[in-house]
């Protein structure tokens, strides 16, 4: 879908009526797509390629209008709900809402709050509901913590990850800067590194690269390999994938390589971390033998496992990746809540 009409139609009229004008239009359209209006974001699995290219349009389209959004969503309240610590995906939701005109509430972590008291997920939704909460953004340590919380409101849930096992709107930020480096997803080959059993932003980004003609490779110790039913359902969709313990042997092939710090605060045994940390860094040496065009990606936060040394080359591409987050959760939201009113 493309979302916005070409600015000349409009450019005899004063900024703020043309503002209006793009967004009735954008209203009119948004209102159509039933894929996203009043619907929760819970996992990309949930999404396909055509759903997923016209959001990417959107995106785009909004980078060249930076301000065409302005103010759409005035009078509709956010709850951004974090139980887990954020920078990023808490931030930009955050910015994303304001910039949309949306009033913005919640807590960035659970320590500020009555969670801390012992409140309940259920008991803190039914509450933000109370005061007015037109749709939720809610990251829980918790797998199935979003979906649980769809279904305890009738309002849009936006899944900001939860446990191990999701991050559906990281993994559309993904799918967006690999694109936007390429200007296209199919044909390439994406190595995904690090911590692939507990990081859920690596089995998003292998669920929604599914739904393109990629070849993915799995570099990971083997402790800390794909878990098993992300790979069966890639299997089942018929998805190149193999697995390498070593970024070495695979690096030359590679157009896209995608690192993840070891999640520390998921794996249950500390001996496990112990055996783990440190066995991977990305870093000149390691990409020796890359591809000049290839692009790291890294969802951030990052430890010790990609080098300061790699920000100034051309093989950098996590800043551009992390500043995608807020156009594209802005169009999201404007989806998601596209109602006009
Ligand atoms: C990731 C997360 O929270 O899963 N961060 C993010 O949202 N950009 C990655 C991580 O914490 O390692």
Redesign the pocket.
């Known amino acids: 879908m493309r979302v916005f009409c070409s600015s000349a139609k409009y450019s005899a009229e004063p900024s703020r009526r043309r503002v209006k004008r793009l967004q009735v239009e954008v209203v009119a359209q948004m209102g159509k797509d039933s894929d996203f209006l009043g619907r929760d974001i819970l996992s990309i699995r949930d999404y396909k390629r055509d759903q997923l290219e016209r959001l990417f349009h959107s995106v785009e389209d909004l980078e060249k209008s930076p301000n065409s959004l302005d103010g759409l969503l005035k009078g509709d309240l956010a709850a951004l709900l974090f139980f887990?610590p954020?920078?990023?995906?808490y931030s930009s939701f955050q910015i994303a809402a304001s910039t949309l005109g949306m009033q913005v509430t919640g807590f960035a972590s659970p320590a500020g709050s009555s969670v801390s008291k012992g409140e309940t997920l259920h008991d803190t939704i039914r509450m933000f509901e109370g005061y007015g909460a037109d749709c939720f953004v809610i990251?829980h340590p918790m797998p199935g913590a979003a979906r649980y919380a769809a279904e305890t409101t009738d309002k849009p849930v936006i899944n900001?990850?939860d446990g191990s096992r999701e991050?559906p709107t990281?993994a559309m930020?993904d799918l967006f800067a690999i694109r936007k480096a390429f200007g296209k997803l199919d044909g390439l080959k994406v190595g995904i590194l690090g911590?692939l059993k507990y990081?859920?932003?690596a089995s998003s980004l292998a669920y929604g690269l599914s739904n393109y003609d990629v070849e993915m490779t799995f570099i990971a110790p083997e402790a800390l390999q794909m878990r098993p039913e992300v790979q069966h359902f890639l299997k089942q969709k018929g998805i190149t994938s193999k697995s390498e313990k070593d970024l070495r042997s695979v690096v030359s092939e590679l157009d896209v390589l995608y690192v993840?710090?070891i999640?520390k605060e998921r794996i249950p045994d500390p001996t496990e971390f112990e055996k783990v940390k440190g066995m991977y860094q990305v870093n000149l040496e390691t990409l020796k033998e890359a591809k000049p065009s290839l692009k790291v990606l890294h969802?951030?936060?990052r430890v010790d496992e990609l080098a300061a040394e790699l920000d100034a080359t051309n093989f950098a591409d996590y800043f551009v990746q992390?500043a995608a987050?807020l156009p594209l959760r802005m169009v999201l939201m404007s989806l998601v809540l596209g109602d006009g009113s």
Do not use: C, F
């Open positions: 887990e954020s920078t990023r995906t990251r900001a990850g991050h990281q930020i911590d990081g859920r932003t993840t710090r999640q969802p951030l936060p992390a987050g």
